[in-house]
């Protein structure tokens, strides 16, 4: 790699070109961030960031996320000219507009070189902290030889003030991630203006006071930047670089400036940036001796790379860690047992106790299943005998005590399923899934298997009352694009409904779990029925009037009904309905077929909003559940005062049907 | 006040007894933080805390919030100890049951001495911030005779190791607000064990980063307590003050683990409790020598008010400034000149400039309204002439930066309307409505009127990509009880929205608008008919097959399917739905008379996911809208890439037709 200042000062100014021309050819794009970071990004790039062009997947990369991703100009720049296959010089040509793989944000799902989707502040930088759990983790259990690499980020003043940035760091601190390396763009400027409108907090003792090594730098100096990355590479904490930026570097009139932050410079301008740095090349061209030297970047990565392939194949265990990469799972020798177990002995259990009886068998089964709850384990039942705490000392544990932090819990999933080799699963309240919501929907976005344990997930939970109790949170995780809700009603559908969660590997999940016992619904295992979304549990034996339609605890609940209006005479059929995504997605012979019929009254009983149950009912039918907040008292008298009983149901729908 | 340690261990004791007999009663709660932070409650109660038990709403008063949600039984039994009318002791006794206000958490709507809902940690500390804040604000304005209060919050290791505590701390350091005081439970347990299994950070540290004072005491030394106070009165800033304490404090057997967080005692160890604290009085009743010293502490306050009362009448203002703790809009001399000429002129403007033209007006007329962005400023729209900044150098300003914060805003916006005299506004993207939402949920919970401007609130911001762009949110805030959520079409809508937000002064409102510019579609500001949540926008002039029925952006885009249905002599309503909740509390005759009819096809057009449109179409309707994540590329490319467009829609309403 070359070290001559001249040289690198030359590939950093071809970052900065690319990312003024392109956001000046879109109008619209960040260029500010991308110009004042070009030259820590360009030292990370040729002589420190592990990675090889050729092979984006190669598991023992260096992992590199720009947290702050409005500057994606930065890495479509640094991965074209680093000599990967995408994006091309027509991608960012056509940067922002329909079609090209450079969106306005870096997407996971379109560039290979994308790590992570940023954008949403702040949780670039806590999916690094899940990366790099990943990454001592799978070194612990697959050896240096096999697992040996950095993670890199690169983070604006958004990501370090937004209050995920706490829990990220308090935990990489905690976990003593000494192989995580955060180069923040100290650019003191924020969209509204200076940083001194907002904040007066010294960062470095912030970070300090978490654990961190906090190091500084001039983010314009060749030799300082290199100084400082070393002392953090040196040091056996996870650490922050603050890199001293001038926002825009190289827009005479409007660096250092919020101007330069999120539009176009402007034809005047941006001649001016190439007057002053003396580049000469027009728009999205990049001179041979340049353009070589950025290939440079990439060949030494190359080389890497093949050293890590010999060492490897020699170290053994290499065909485990290839399908651990892949995301593949093991066969379940002891999971059909389990389920037939579980439909002969018809427990009456908490799904959440059913989830912890599933997990025992399949965290033993499935020993990339790394688990963990943001401080209720006992609650959400998300620890099992195989699944020892991790801790900074035993990196090989596959429990994470992730502490009061939701959200940072939830980002550091998405990072770890990210990362590859390990499959999360983390616990809470499904209240708080509200909190931890930014990241289980960028999970979505980004297509992770991350699975969400949600505990307490209703009225059902009793007296901790309204502020406990989710009543919206069902619907409103639905409405999530790519996510799937789960809310199985008893042992054996929580256990089809982990089995659903593992072998959907390119999406979250989401397990809806009670506190309260319910009876077992289901008596048969032969198939697993939750995997069609929605199935007939009990059909009508008089002649059908009513279908009802329930998920999770309220299942039961249907059943009892049936049982009222069959002994009036009223035919009902009960649908069991776990996923409403998965139902959504059977041919429509299968859904037709399962839900309607003429002069047939559909009910839906849910403990929770009715919003949006229409879509299954219609405007005629009956939407049993809970549309304002709850109430503080034991679970029964709730379901009571909320007329979740089968008293207070079945006189509705005698009425509905004349 | 007494300062007799042995008089003041009895009192502290009275708080232990009541909390774990209360808990057991229930057989639910959480004794081990009320036993725990009883000594340090009880010197605040007893020498600092300012308040009348006479007058839970006397403007003057200290806030006091108990972030530590769980612990509710000690603010049950402070209030009830010191004089209030509630709870009483049979509230208390029937604590967690239906029907007392007692609830699991406390909650603001159920017990007047409570001054906010908490229980989702950390977001009571961060409501006390927006408290602190609307007091010197108000300071500022109506001067220390009036106005002259501190801020008291107990906190627990939740509350600071949620990532809202980050934000909050950040801005209330960064506006030095010295009269607020935190009094951390530092008893280094958690749910899950000891902070050491998830925390290693340096809290004192972090605060001294963020700008705040740091004390520390022996939590169960009175003396120490005092001093550690006393220490935090006298500085400047605001202050944090590690209170190190034994959970449980005065159960032998338990005290110091975890096993008394949340959970009863049980009967054995409370006898313990009993013998080991001296306690000899029956469960739920305090010996009179211990009630009347508690009672004392009322009348300390009682007097503290009458002063008051005498200064605040002479001072002048009184008026003002009790119509302003009331709540009470002015006279909006200007406003119905303004709706009149928007009316007039039509113009063509994105809603978010809309709001701005509106706030403009209405900022002059209410000076009540505090406004503010995360950092959004140029981009919400929410800045006018007469919202000057707010500084640590100047309180009076009306505009506060609330930095890269959302959720730290909407919390803090909570506390502010809590804390009444003004009227909070807050501005950021709609798909960042995720970040704040679990403040946007307790604003709803809790009744006060928080107003949300969500601007960038559909695909028509256009380039930044599916990050940034909303696509379930509509969905999942209109399922939130409580909250109207309002999408207005043009101009005129917009003004009629901010209207209706302002005039619902007991539950929160949030208004989506739009980045792109938008046609102007009602020209008659005679009433303001936003109010009915839905109303006839255009009827059809040929014979009526289909109802269109659409909010914001789209109701132009149902004016221009509506004239090409009837360019076909199909005739179409326009239905323009700005609110669905408000038109949900209309009377069933407005509702069914405006939106059915035999044999009518009802058709919604909406840049969002359908989740829930199935309440007004039907099941044999037609759902126009985006149900997967968006892309980058300029505004009108999206809207045809997802057939936002008259030349997509009308096909299938023709097909819909047969």
Redesign the interface.
Known sequence: MTQDPVRLAAMANAVRALSMDAVQA?N??HPGMPMGMADVATVLWSDYLKFDPADPAWPDRDRFVLSA??GSMLIYALLHLSGYAQPTMDDIRNF?????VC???P?NFLVPGVEA?????GQGLAMAVGMAVAERHLNAQFGDDLVDHRTWVIAG??CL???????AI??A??LKLGRMIVLWDDNRI???GSTD???????A??Y????WHVAACNGHDVAAIRSAIDEAVADHRPSLIACRTVIGKGAPNLQGTSKTHGSPLGAAEIALVRETLGWTAPAFEIPENVAADWRATGTRGGEAHATWHARSQAAGKGAEFAARMRGELPQLADWAGYKAQVAAERPKMATRKASEAALSVLTQAVPALVGG?A?????NNTKTPSTT?MSADDYAGRYV????????MAAAMNGMALHGGVIPYGGTFL??S??S??AI??G??QQVRAIHVMTHDSIGL???????QP??HL??L?????LLVMRPADTLETAECWELALQNADRPSLLALTRQNLPAVRFDAAENLCAKGAYLLKPATADRRVQLIATGSEVALALEVQAALEGDGIGADVISMPCAELFMEQPAAYRTGLIGGDGVLRVSIEAG?T??W??FT??DGLNIGI???G????AE??FA?FGLTAEAIVPQIMAKLG
């Open positions: 879109a619209s794009g991703g409005h922002r507009q329909l079609g090209s969106a306005g944000h997407e989707t940023t954008g949403p502040l003043d958004g003030m937004e209050g995920v940035n706490h829990e308090g935990l601190g905690h924020t969209i509204d409108l907002s904040t007066s907090e010294d960062v003792a912030r300090a006071a978490a654990g709850s401080d209720l384990t006992g609650s705490s005590n992730y502490g009061i932090r939701e959200f940072g209240v708080f509200d909190y919501r930014p929907r960028l979505a976005l009793g007296e901790d009352g309204p502020t406990h009543v919206e619907a409103s639905r409405v999530i694009p790519d909003a919003f949006g229409e879509r219609g405007l549309d304002r907040f109430a503080s008292a034991p008298e709730l005062r």
